[in-house]
Every structure is written in C-alpha cells, then in structure tokens.
C-alpha cells in the first residue's frame, strides 16, 4: 500500500445509493426503463449489449436512475467489480445488486476508484473476505463504506487516471481489429466457399451453395481419423509428464497454448498419439467440430481421446487447413451440421459420424488459394491480439506498481504510450480500409 497517501473510509469520499429491487411487479408493469445489472458492469467498461427492463414507480424513479460519471460497484457476482456510468443512453436506471457511488467532495476522480478496486480486488487481496458470508457472497452497502481507499491530490488521481485509460483504450482498439478481422475472414469464407474464387455459379447441395464445379466428399473418404489417449487418472497436477492437448484448447482454427496440461504415462510413449505438424484436431465434444491445425509449437504433444486427428489420406489433393475452414463454416456460420453430434447427457461427435459428414472439396490449386487469402487475415488477427497481449500485460503491471507506490506517475515517460495509442488508431483505420 502507497504509504505517501493518505487514507479514509470510502463512504467518506461518495454518497452510497441503493438500486432497484425486481419484483413481479416491476417486471410486469408498464412504462418501463432500462436497468443495469451486475452482468453489465465489467472492470472498467459498462456492456450494453443486453439491457433489462423493468417497472419503477414515479416518487422512486429520480433515485433510482444514474447521472453521467456515476460509480459502480458490484454488490455480487466478481464483488468489488467497478466501472463509471458515462451517459451512453439518456435514460438508465440500476438494479439493488449494485451500489451507486456519487463523489461528496470535488477533489474525487471516480475513475480513480475505479482502478485502485481492480487493484485492490485482483491483484492485491485487500479486501478479500469482505462480502457477506451467506449463500452467494455478497459485499453490502455498510462494508463497501468502511473500506479504507487512498485519497492523493486530484491532479495525482486524474495523472493516474490518464495512464491507464490511454492503456485500456489502446486495449479495445486492438480489440475493435480483431472483431473487424474476424468479420472479414467470415464473410470471405462465406463468398469463396459460394462462388469460388472467380464468381462461378452455384449448386444447391445438402451443406448449402456452393460452385458448381466443386464435388462433395465425406470426411472419411479424404482423412485418417484417430483418436487421442484417454486420462483414465493420468492427469499430472505436478508440472511434470507429457503435454497434451484437450478440447479447451482448441479453438475456431487456432491452438490456445497457454493452459496445456500434462499426463503421466506408465510406459513408452505411443508414436501414433503423438500429433505431427498439419495434424487437423476436431472436437468430439463441447462445442463440436471446432478445429484447428496443430503447428508444432511443442515438441512430443499427445492429444486427449476426446479430440479427432485428421490425417489427409493424399496431402496433395486434400489441404487441412482448408478443410478446416469450411468446418468453421458449416458447423458454426451456415449450422449445416447440426443434430450431428451423438445424443448422450453430453452431446458428442463421434468418430463414425465424423467420417460421414459430407465437405466440399475443390480442385488442390483452389484450396491452396483459398487457404493463402485465410492466413493473410490470420496474421493481421494474430498480430492484434499479440498487441493486446503485451499491453494487458502494461496495464496490469502499471496497475499494481501505482497502486502500491512501487512507481509514482511523475516518474513516467508517457510519450511512448501516445506514440503506441497513434499507431494503434492507425491500424484500425487500416482495417477498417
């Protein structure tokens, strides 16, 4: 804790408001206003994407509604969650399960509060236990009041503020790209799996249109499909064993690497489960058919039972990364494939069922040109989403340098960060061209 600051109990800087409580009532009344709810308050960032509504009396409305630069905090859920109401919609109201903070006193800089409780809450445990101990833990009105926060000068917080906001938004440039990319590759995939690469004309075929000079083969027909090891109790805790991969880390035509378990074997690994470069690994359960290629990031990697390796029976007629693709396609965009997966308590796609679902498959030189457009918006994504990576990474070691007075914000160098923020505006506006 920043010893330079001086500190005071958090209900001495805001006045501390109550939301509004759903009943039947409100919920089916008329003349209804929106509401937040804890699911829309993020670290630092209100989500508006789904907004309830309820019924509020007239002599409760005034109270119950927010004010630009409002601060919220979430009574439960991830409690302490915070972020400011900035007036995104003229009319919007907030449910009992989070508090309202309104500044007293006018040295307060809410966005201030804001961070030093994401700090507080994940990084360093200062209030942890502090909400109330019943079914679902909850932080009440008069504990979120005796929370003893710092209180620096207002330049000071307004310095800090401006660090991390500049950071954040830097985050959600990067972020806006990759939706932007990823709405590209979809609609590229959608138009070149339609007409092909030069516009032919459509067949109507039981996966949807596609060119007409394309055939449509079974997945069994073109691929080996194999099946991982089973854990059966082998799951290493410990760090050591061999890495292997399981459904959560395979996602729509990417490897996540960062949460690779381990598995402990009693003899000689088995050659034929270890995944080789190309390999295509489709999901057998979870969201089923979500696919990637394995690149060989790891050396010697097993994969679970619960994932399918396909091994294209004549690599230079079948191209994986192809395939790939049109299963993100089919299963996830067009849903061609639903009812697929095995009706068990946990819906499955089985190694039979698998063999049997039909693809297109175009002429090799199509695939590879096709795959070649693909990877060059995949590199455009994987470049944003390495930037976001290493400014998440900032923000979180900003966070708790300044909050704990390791690094003071006079200290700082900020230039290189307008630098970063000018250059990630215009690479949005590159990928918005």
């Known amino acids: 804790m920043n010893q330079a600051w001086s500190w005071c109990p958090l209900g001495e800087l805001f006045e501390i408001g109550a939301g509004k409580t759903m009943s039947a009532a409100a919920r089916n009344g008329t003349d209804k206003t929106p509401f937040l709810r804890t699911s829309n308050v993020l670290w630092d960032e209100i989500d508006l994407s789904s907004v309830d509504e309820m019924s509020i009396p007239e002599h409760e409305r005034l109270a119950k509604l927010l004010r630009t630069g409002d601060l919220l905090v979430c009574e439960g859920g991830e409690i302490g969650r915070a972020a400011i109401?900035?007036?995104?919609?003229?009319?919007?109201?907030?449910?009992?399960?989070?508090?309202?903070?309104?500044p007293i006193l006018e040295e307060v800089e809410p966005r201030f509060y804001v961070y030093f409780l994401q700090s507080a809450f994940t990084q360093l445990g200062i209030f942890e236990g502090t909400g109330n101990k019943t079914t679902i833990p909850n932080l009440s009105r008069s504990r979120l009041a005796n929370f003893?926060?710092?209180?620096?000068?207002?330049?000071?917080?307004?310095a800090i503020v401006a660090v991390l906001a500049k950071i954040r938004d830097a985050i959600k440039i990067h972020e806006q790209s990759i939706a932007l990319a990823l709405d590209l590759k979809r609609v590229t995939m959608r138009t070149l799996c339609t007409h092909g690469l030069r516009g032919?004309?459509?067949?109507?075929?039981?996966?949807?249109?596609v060119p007409e000079s394309w055939e449509l083969v079974t997945i069994g027909k073109v691929?080996?499909?194999?099946?991982?090891?089973?854990?059966?109790g082998n799951l290493a805790s410990d760090g050591h064993g061999r890495?292997?991969?399981?459904?959560s880390n395979v996602y729509w035509g990417r490897i996540e690497l960062q949460s690779v378990s381990r598995m402990r074997l009693a003899g000689a690994t088995p050659a034929n489960?270890?995944?080789?470069?190309?390999?295509?690994?489709?999901?057998?359960?979870?969201?089923i058919g979500r696919a990637a290629t394995w690149n060989g990031e790891i050396e010697e990697c097993l994969f679970q039972n619960h994932l399918h390796r396909l091994c294209p029976l004549d690599a230079s007629r079948t191209h994986a990364q192809f395939v790939m693709a049109w299963l993100e396609e089919g299963f996830k965009h067009r849903k061609v494939y639903e009812g697929t997966g095995n009706r068990t308590t946990i819906p499955n796609l089985s190694r039979a069922r698998l063999a049997e679902i039909l693809i297109p498959h175009p002429p090799p030189n199509e695939q590879r040109e096709i795959v070649a457009i693909l990877n060059a918006i995949d590199r455009k994504i994987d470049l944003h989403r390495r930037k976001r990576a290493v400014l998440e990474g900032l923000f979180k070691a900003l966070l708790h340098k300044l909050m704990t007075g390791e690094i003071r914000v006079v200290e700082l160098d900020c230039s290189a960060l307008q630098l970063a923020h000018v250059s990630s505006l215009e690479l949005n506006g590159t990928d918005v061209k």
């Open 200 to 209: 032919r004309s459509t067949k109507e075929t039981e996966i949807g249109p």
């Open 148 to 158: 003893r926060v710092p209180q620096p000068t207002l330049d000071e917080q307004q």
């Open 85 to 102: 109401w900035n007036g995104e919609v003229e009319t919007m109201s907030f449910q009992n399960h989070l508090h309202r903070l309104r």
């Open 243 to 247: 890495p292997f991969l399981r459904t």
């Open 273 to 287: 489960k270890l995944l080789r470069r190309g390999d295509l690994l489709v999901c057998e359960g979870g969201e």
């Open 223 to 232: 691929f080996k499909i194999e099946q991982g090891l089973s854990l059966k």
